[in-house]
Structure formats: structure tokens, C-alpha cells
């Protein structure tokens, strides 16, 4: 951190006045909201050279395309850290977030979502133009290798672990010709590999793409496979067809497009990476413990099914095999999730602790009272700490942040402990005098940091607000 902060000064001339830490969605790296006055930067910190100097250079290229992404503005010596612009927080996979979950998209939803769609083709093409794969990692290109993996990742990861019965001989002889006809679609383009909603920012009303440093050269239908079929959108087949129009009708500016052959090559894609992710799944979940992860398997199973309602007549065993295994009731099941629960509440003091409905007892109750107050002064009473006029008055003079800084470590070592022994409930409660501003402030910070730092169910409440959420 404290190099990142050097970064920093060396750049923009002054000290990081606030810091604070962004929740990274499964990435190995940290990210850091870095403010001085107006200027506001996002500070990473990596943990794989490799990554960084691909992120780094591909990000370099992009940016003197045009492309929309965010410009690197500084990077350490060892390439560990770097500072980028910072694009703000509306990331699409949020902003969809209502629409995904009901299943029903707002025309505002579909809109953004086919803004995002028709914009992939300008980094596959334009991205490709004058780019020295060789920056790519862990792979400069899409190759058989690549493709052997993930159709293994399948067959060892989910497939074996379902127990179905299938001859590995003649399902080999499949995922050959299989092989074949993915590598037959590549071309000369980039393939960001990773392009999915929590990858795209909306600034400004336009898409921006991060996260991109896993790319390489490869075809342009994984993405639009990656995108659209993704398990847990939950996008009907009406939307699909929309988001494909929109792909296409921006892919045209770029070659030639035959429609009917773009179709059937995107619909091998669609299989390969329904197959890679149940791989994914069976992997976090039947060998890693995370029975969480098996609870997405129901959406891809239910995807593969209507996608093979029109048989694959080129793989006739893997269809029968997949047909066999959409058949498999146990598989719809979601199994018991047993993570630690985490309960997280706030509450004002006034009105007493919050008990604890589960019996266990212990846990944190910490008193956030010592902190300034905004709720001493009339302008503030209207908002809650989870609105940014509150948020910026608490971060103003880093008090709450070194506060926070001492919670995580106590809570953290908790939620280590607890996991190690198999316990299934902590309750961490934040208590002020109003139980509106500061203590609503620390348990939404609080729920952040340990979702993003653990494998563990997060519950929140806001007593005196009425709110109640699950993480």
C-alpha cells in the first residue's frame, strides 16, 4: 500500500488524501479508490507480474485505439502496482441487477445491455490492429491446447462427478471433431475471453471494458457466447436474438458477415462454453467444498438443455451423453448450503444490542459513537450512511477509516477461525446514536470487505432503516 500511495504523490504532485479499498469480484488483485481534492484515481495491486504487464500493455494499446477503456496513467518499477482513471462505479452487471434477477429486462436494461454487445466488435477488430500478442497471458492465442483443457475441466470436473455412465473412448472421438471445428472459427482478432457484465462500466452513458488482461488472439464468438449465455442472466430467447442483432449490425462495419454461417459457428461457441463452466462448477463445488457453486448449475443445465433440443449431429455421442445428463433430477437439486453466515447488523444504542436469533451467542458489538457525527448537523438528518453526502463527510478526515482498518483485522481473524471449525453463524453489530449514519456506514463496509475476502454468506440489517439484504 504504502508503495501504491508513492505512486500516487509521484504522480499527481500530492498526497492520497482518502483511500479507500474497492471490492475486486473474485480477482486476485486489489483495488483502491485514491482521492486528492478533485482528482480521483483507481490505485491497483497486483499479485502476478505476468498479469499486470499484459493488463498493462494491453490497456497502453487499447487507449491509442480509441477504445474504451481505462487509460494507465502510472506503474511501479516492478510492475506490481499501477494507477488507471478512474471510471466511476456503475458497473453494467449492476446496473442489470433487477432485470437479472427477475428475469424480465427494462427496455433501460436492454439498451445498455445491446450498447455493451455492439461495442465488442471495436476491441476484437480495432484492439487486434498493430497488437504484439506476445504481451498476452497465460497464452498469446487460442489453440487446441486451450480448447483439450477446458473440455477436460468438463469431463473430470462435472461430468465424472455427476456419475454418469458414458464411454470415455467414443466421447474422446467427439470432443475431437469438436476440437476441429472451434479451431477452424479462429481468426486474427482479439478475444477478450473474459467479456461479461461485471466487466463493463457505464460512464457517461457508454460501455467501458475492464478486466481484460486474460485476452489473446482468437475468434469473435466466444465473446458474443461469453455474454449472452452466461448461466445466471437469465436473458430470454427474444433478448438473446436482440443482443445477437445488435452484435451483428456493429460486427459489419468491421467484415463481411455471412449470418446463417456466423450463427452456426456461434452455436458450436455456445456449447463449448456451456461445457467449460459446468467444469468450472464441478470444480468449485464437488472438489473445492463450495456447495454455492452447484446452486449455478440448474441455470447451465437448463441452458444446455434448449440448446440441444436441436441435436448436434456432429457429435452424435457427446449429444446423447448431454441429453442423458440434462436428464438427471439430482442435479436441479441445490444442495445445502453450509457456509458461515456472517450477520451483520446496525442499530442505534438507544433502542438496545440486536439479539441474537440463532443461540450461539459472542460475536462483536462495536460502538461507533467515538466517530464525528453528521447527524449533528440539520443538512445531514435527510441521508443514511449508505448515501454519498454522508459517505464523504465520514471519509473526510480518515477517522472512520482507521476504525474500519481495526474492525476488519479483529473480524477477519474471527471469520478464519470460525470457517476452520466448521461454525455457522458470527454476528458483528454497529451501534451509534442514531443507528442512520456511522453505524450504517461500517456494517455496508464491513459486508463488502468479507465478500470479497471470503466464501461466506453475508447477511445485513439495518434496524432503525428498515433494510434488510442478503450478500
Given at each position: 500500500?504504502?508503495?501504491?500511495k508513492?505512486l500516487?504523490?509521484?504522480?499527481?504532485?500530492?498526497?492520497?488524501?482518502?483511500?479507500l479499498?474497492?471490492?475486486?469480484?473474485?480477482?486476485?488483485?486489489?483495488?483502491?479508490?485514491m482521492k486528492s481534492?478533485?482528482?480521483?484515481?483507481?490505485?491497483?495491486?497486483?499479485?502476478?507480474?505476468e498479469?499486470?504487464?499484459?493488463?498493462?500493455?494491453?490497456?497502453?494499446?487499447?487507449h491509442?485505439?480509441?477504445?474504451?477503456?481505462?487509460?494507465?496513467?502510472a506503474?511501479?518499477?516492478?510492475?506490481?502496482?499501477?494507477?488507471?482513471?478512474?471510471l466511476?462505479?456503475?458497473?453494467l452487471?449492476?446496473l442489470?441487477?433487477?432485470?437479472?434477477?427477475?428475469?424480465?429486462?427494462?427496455?433501460e436494461?436492454?439498451?445498455?445491455?445491446?450498447k455493451?454487445?455492439?461495442?465488442?466488435?471495436?476491441i476484437q477488430?480495432?484492439?487486434?490492429?498493430?497488437?504484439d500478442?506476445?504481451?498476452?497471458?497465460p497464452?498469446?492465442?487460442?489453440?487446441e491446447r486451450m480448447?483439450?483443457?477446458?473440455l477436460?475441466y468438463?469431463?473430470?470436473?462435472?461430468?465424472k462427478?455427476?456419475?454418469?455412465?458414458?464411454n470415455?473412448?467414443?466421447?474422446?472421438?467427439?470432443?475431437?471433431?469438436?476440437?476441429q471445428?472451434?479451431?477452424?472459427?479462429?481468426?486474427?482478432?482479439f478475444m477478450?475471453r473474459?467479456?461479461q457484465a461485471?466487466?463493463v462500466?457505464m460512464?457517461?452513458?457508454?460501455?467501458?471494458f475492464?478486466?481484460f488482461?486474460?485476452?489473446?488472439?482468437g475468434?469473435?464468438y466466444?465473446?458474443?457466447?461469453s455474454?449472452?449465455?452466461?448461466?445466471?442472466?437469465?436473458?430470454?430467447?427474444?433478448?438473446?436474438?436482440?443482443l445477437?442483432?445488435?452484435?451483428?449490425e456493429?460486427l459489419?462495419?468491421?467484415?463481411d458477415?455471412?449470418?446463417?454461417?456466423?450463427?452456426?459457428?456461434?452455436?458450436?461457441?455456445?456449447l463449448?462454453?456451456t461445457?467449460?463452466?459446468?467444469?468450472?462448477?464441478g470444480?468449485?463445488?464437488?472438489f473445492?467444498?463450495?456447495p454455492?457453486?452447484l446452486?449455478?448449475v440448474?441455470y447451465a443445465?437448463?441452458s444446455?438443455?434448449?440448446?440441444?433440443?436441436?441435436?448436434?449431429?456432429?457429435?452424435?455421442?457427446?449429444?446423447d451423453?448431454l441429453?442423458?445428463?440434462?436428464?438427471?433430477h439430482?442435479?436441479?437439486?441445490?444442495?445445502?448450503?453450509?457456509r458461515?453466515?456472517?450477520?451483520?447488523?446496525?442499530?442505534?444504542?438507544k433502542?438496545?444490542?440486536p439479539?441474537d436469533k440463532?443461540g450461539n451467542?459472542?460475536g462483536?458489538?462495536?460502538?461507533?459513537?467515538?466517530?464525528?457525527n453528521?447527524g449533528?448537523?440539520?443538512h445531514?438528518?435527510?441521508?443514511?450512511?449508505?448515501d454519498?453526502?454522508?459517505?464523504d463527510f465520514l471519509?473526510?478526515d480518515?477517522?472512520i477509516?482507521?476504525?474500519?482498518?481495526?474492525v476488519?483485522?479483529?473480524?477477519?481473524?474471527?471469520?478464519?477461525r470460525f470457517?476452520?471449525?466448521k461454525?455457522?453463524?458470527l454476528?458483528v453489530?454497529f451501534g451509534?446514536?442514531?443507528?442512520?449514519?456511522?453505524?450504517v456506514?461500517?456494517?455496508e463496509?464491513l459486508?463488502?470487505?468479507?465478500?470479497?475476502?471470503?466464501?461466506?454468506k453475508?447477511s445485513?440489517?439495518?434496524?432503525?432503516?428498515?433494510?434488510?439484504?442478503?450478500?
Open positions: 500500500m504504502e508503495r501504491l508513492q500516487f504523490r509521484e504522480y499527481a504532485g500530492v498526497e492520497a488524501g482518502e483511500v479499498e474497492l471490492t475486486s469480484s473474485g480477482s486476485n488483485r486489489r483495488y483502491f479508490r481534492g478533485k482528482l480521483s484515481l483507481i490505485g491497483a495491486i497486483g499479485t502476478s507480474r498479469e499486470n504487464h499484459a493488463f498493462i500493455n494491453l490497456a497502453h494499446h487499447f491509442k485505439q480509441n477504445l474504451n477503456v481505462p487509460e494507465v496513467l506503474v511501479s518499477d516492478d510492475e506490481m502496482e499501477y494507477l488507471q482513471e478512474d466511476g462505479d456503475d458497473q452487471y449492476m442489470v441487477k433487477n432485470g437479472r434477477e427477475a428475469g424480465d429486462y427494462s427496455r436494461e436492454v439498451d445498455m445491455l445491446c455493451a454487445v455492439s461495442k465488442l466488435p471495436e477488430f480495432k484492439g487486434a490492429e498493430g497488437l500478442f506476445g504481451v498476452c497471458y497464452d498469446s492465442e487460442f489453440n480448447v483439450n483443457f477446458d477436460n468438463f469431463k473430470y470436473c462435472f461430468l462427478a455427476t456419475g454418469l455412465e458414458f470415455e473412448v467414443r466421447l474422446q472421438d467427439d470432443f475431437d471433431i469438436l476440437r471445428d472451434l479451431m477452424s472459427a479462429a481468426g486474427n482478432t477478450y473474459d467479456f461485471r466487466n462500466m460512464k457517461d452513458g457508454e460501455p467501458y475492464i478486466d488482461q486474460g485476452g489473446r488472439k475468434p469473435i466466444y465473446d458474443v457466447a455474454f449472452i449465455w452466461q448461466a445466471r442472466s437469465r436473458f430470454s430467447q427474444e433478448l438473446k436474438d436482440i445477437i442483432e445488435s452484435y451483428l456493429s459489419k462495419k468491421f467484415t458477415v455471412d449470418e446463417n454461417d456466423f450463427r452456426e459457428k456461434l452455436r458450436i461457441f455456445v463449448f462454453r461445457l467449460q463452466v459446468l467444469g468450472a462448477y470444480f468449485r463445488g464437488y473445492e467444498k463450495k454455492h457453486f446452486g449455478s440448474p443445465l437448463g444446455l438443455k434448449k440448446l440441444i433440443a436441436v441435436p448436434f449431429t456432429r457429435y452424435p455421442y457427446l449429444n451423453v441429453d442423458r445428463l440434462t436428464r438427471l439430482h442435479l436441479y437439486e441445490v444442495a445445502d448450503d453450509k458461515l453466515t456472517v450477520s451483520i447488523n446496525s442499530f442505534a444504542y433502542r438496545g444490542i439479539l440463532t451467542g459472542g462483536y458489538v462495536f460502538d461507533c459513537r467515538a466517530i464525528n453528521p449533528k448537523y440539520e445531514y438528518r435527510q441521508f443514511n450512511g449508505m454519498k453526502e454522508v459517505i471519509e473526510e480518515g477517522e477509516l482507521t476504525f474500519l482498518e481495526n476488519y483485522n479483529m473480524v477477519d481473524a474471527h471469520v478464519q470457517q476452520e471449525r461454525f455457522t453463524n454476528q453489530n451509534c446514536t442514531g443507528g442512520q449514519h456511522r453505524s456506514y461500517c456494517a463496509h459486508a463488502e470487505h468479507l465478500s470479497r475476502k471470503f466464501d461466506v453475508i445485513v440489517s439495518h434496524r432503525e432503516l428498515g433494510i434488510e439484504k442478503q450478500l
